[in-house]
């Protein structure tokens, strides 16, 4: 079963998808939010025969939830109305960050930068989820460091 992982964000929606393991995460597109994002997305989730969504929810530090968090659960909510396929939720702190540091490291310019730095958080995001799916599968306790 493939999976896809989004990271949501006011001005775009940064995706990535597994492979039909459900083994490796990799970048996919950043959408804009104008409004035609629902339908591409869906249209994307039945070409990929996607089994799962995976909507990053970003919570802070202290593990509270802020006006960030609202709106991507107001976006979750519009996409699970619109999916029969289950849509959860992941703690993506840092995921951006992380990003952004990777795309540093590699000497990616600002402009490359921006325009793939929300796939790469997606893509952060699902390998974290698919570890952690991996490690609870096995029955270990321990997830390797992974909410």
Excluded: H
């Excluded at 990929?48 to 709106?71: F, I, N």
Aim: proline letters at 3%; zero cysteines.
């Amino acid at each position: 079963m493939r999976f896809m992982a989004l990271d949501i964000g006011e001005k775009t929606v940064g995706v990535a998808i597994s492979d039909e393991l459900g083994i490796a995460a990799s970048p996919r597109e950043t959408l804009r939010r104008d409004g035609s994002e629902f339908d591409r997305l869906t249209n994307w989730i039945e070409r990929e025969q996607v089994g799962e969504v995976v909507a990053g929810l970003p919570v802070s530090l202290d593990g509270s939830q802020g006006p960030s968090a609202v709106r991507v659960l107001e976006f979750v909510a519009t996409l699970r109305a619109r999916l029969t396929i289950p849509v959860v939720t992941w703690d993506e702190r840092l995921t951006t960050t992380e990003a952004e540091k990777f795309l540093i490291a590699t000497g990616a310019s600002r402009a490359k930068r921006r325009k793939v730095v929300d796939q790469i958080a997606a893509t952060l995001l699902l390998q974290n989820y698919l570890r952690a799916r991996e490690y609870a599968a096995d029955g270990s306790n321990d997830s390797g460091g992974f909410a």
